[in-house]
């Protein structure tokens, strides 16, 4: 079982920066690809940005490529987001989920594959 919690989130104003954590205990994060998905209110769930276990294999959403940037530290178990240029349309509640590697080929785009999620981390972009 691991467990992730995100962290980071807050209320910006437009053109801001912030830098989302989540953080895994339980097991090591190191033989887990890991994403990160956002859901506004009255939206569904979208992917954000991907990882492979080993940090070597990425992939951004187009709504988020050149602003937003997915990052881990299998030492320290943690995998970043950090979103730059912020807008009010990136408000919403964001979410790190885990998919072991051995399921998937470096990274995957769909939440229903991925096996464990946090509790999401609210944000806000004001305008």
């Known amino acids: 079982q691991v467990q992730l919690v995100e962290s980071g989130g807050g209320l910006v104003q437009a053109g801001g920066s912030l830098r989302l954590s989540c953080a895994a205990s339980?097991?090591?994060?190191?033989?887990?690809?890991m994403g990160w998905f956002r859901q506004a209110p009255g939206k569904e769930r979208e992917f954000i940005a991907a990882i492979s276990w080993s940090g070597g294999s990425t992939s951004h959403a187009n709504p988020v490529k050149g602003r937003f940037t997915i990052s881990r530290d299998n030492a320290k178990d943690t995998v970043y987001l950090q979103m730059n240029s912020l807008k009010p349309e990136d408000t919403a509640v964001y979410y790190c989920?885990?998919?072991?590697?051995?399921?998937?080929?470096?990274?995957?785009?769909?939440?229903?594959?991925?096996?464990?999620w946090g509790q999401g981390t609210q944000v806000t972009v004001s305008s």
């Open positions: 989920a885990a998919v072991h590697r051995a399921k998937i080929v470096a990274v995957t785009t769909a939440a229903q594959v991925y096996d464990y």
């Open positions: 339980g097991r090591t994060l190191l033989s887990y690809a």
